[in-house]
């Protein structure tokens, strides 16, 4: 039962963060991990979505990113439990949800990729290539 909801870790320790080059995704992973956890855990793939897909780190934008993901094809169980909840806890949001989901919907399908292996290049030019707004 415990990986239906557990994603999969990865392969690169929080300190090795620091040594990629600035203004590429791991250091900018890095970055938001010192700068939202204390402790300093393992990064997770979550994360790289929260850095792709979210400016903020509000209850609106976290659901919004599920949406986004589901419209781009990642519809596991975790996710559509959390996207069914956000509906029932914000329903004035649907709007909001939708255009996600829409979003996702044009973007280059990525959530399946091996993110750890783009550590070392520059966000921007992962968020061009993957057409994600």
């Given at each position: 039962m415990?990986?239906?909801f ?11 963060l620091n040594?990629?080059p600035?203004?590429?995704?791991g ?19 979550e994360?790289v979505?929260?850095?792709?897909l ?6 609106k ?8 993901l ?32 829409r979003?996702?919907r ?8 091996d ?8 966000l ?8 994600i707004?």
């Open positions: 415990k990986t239906l557990k994603t999969k870790e990865a392969p690169v320790a929080t300190a090795a040594h990629y600035q203004g590429s995704l250091f900018h992973l890095g970055k938001y991990l010192r700068k939202n956890y204390k402790t300093g855990p393992a990064p997770d793939v994360d979505f929260r850095l792709l979210t400016t903020d780190a509000s209850n934008e976290e659901i919004g990113m599920h949406y986004y589901s419209g781009n094809g990642d519809t596991g169980l975790r996710r559509l439990m959390i996207m069914g909840v956000g509906a029932l806890c914000y329903p004035h949001r649907l709007v909001y949800f939708c255009k996600r989901y979003d996702g044009k973007a280059l399908r990525f959530f399946d990729l993110h750890y292996r783009m550590l070392h290049l520059p921007e030019r992962i968020k061009d290539a993957f057409l707004r």
